[in-house]
T-cell receptor, first 115, second 116 residues
């Protein structure tokens, strides 16, 4: 079965420090992987995606993610955290079922950046 | 501006009542989706539609119904059969629903339903 795991409910980091939000996946075939961010009572905003090519993907707001096929991971990273990065982050993988696309989401990780 | 509009943003319902959540998009996207969000559970797929007049059940379709009479509209009805309807509901769309599309979704701002 296709699935996504985000092992940490919350990540705490001091402003200016690097941050990592972890994601592992299970999917048949080549994975299409995504990161989204959600601010309180808002919809999800797309950050970045991995389809093919370079394992290091750069996205919006200075975020990047590293695809690791052997570890089936797609961790989200940022070299220097900002207080405004505090939000809920979702990892997702594309699943194809009966010819239809859908995204399967992890449970989310809350990032708290402290001044 | 192009985007996805969900309404209402907040909705209160008495037990036993059906409610309909609106989702409209002007992105000319073929595929539309409804997700339910509960704390600590991420997003779960309710229904999705690849083209007009066609839709498929997602993982938690029981107690919900949808229609897709127009490309730009995909309303969700939460029926009285849904046992625990209090949640945040998110509508999304993507350019194409068939293989070849990367699967990237564009989301609306959500509708929060509370059952009193």
């Amino acid at each position: 079965a296709q699935s996504v795991a985000q092992p940490e409910d919350q990540v705490n980091v001091a402003e200016g420090n690097p941050l990592t939000v972890k994601c592992t996946y299970s999917v048949s075939g080549n994975p299409y992987l995504f990161w989204y961010v959600q601010y309180p009572n808002r919809g999800l905003q797309f950050l970045l995606k991995y389809i093919t090519g370079d394992n290091l993907v750069k996205g919006s707001y200075g975020f990047e993610a590293e695809f690791n096929k052997s570890q089936t991971s797609f961790h989200l990273k940022k070299p220097s955290a900002l207080v405004s990065d505090s939000a809920l982050y979702f990892c997702a993988v594309r699943a194809v079922s009966g010819g239809y696309n859908k995204l399967i989401f992890g449970a989310g990780t809350r990032l708290a950046v402290h001044p | 501006d192009g985007g996805i509009t969900q309404s209402p943003k907040y909705l209160f319902r008495k037990e036993g009542q059906n409610v309909t959540l609106s989702c409209e998009q002007n992105l000319n996207h073929d595929a539309m989706y409804w997700y339910r969000q509960d704390p600590g559970q991420g997003l779960r797929l309710i229904y999705y539609s690849q083209i007009v007049n066609d839709f498929q059940k997602g993982d938690i379709a029981e107690g919900y119904s949808v229609s897709r009479e127009k490309k730009e509209s995909f309303p969700l009805t939460v029926t009285s059969a849904q046992k625990n309807p209090t949640a945040f509901y998110l509508c999304a769309s993507s350019p194409q629903g068939v293989s070849g599309d990367t699967g990237e979704l564009f989301f609306g701002e959500g509708s929060r339903l509370t059952v009193l």
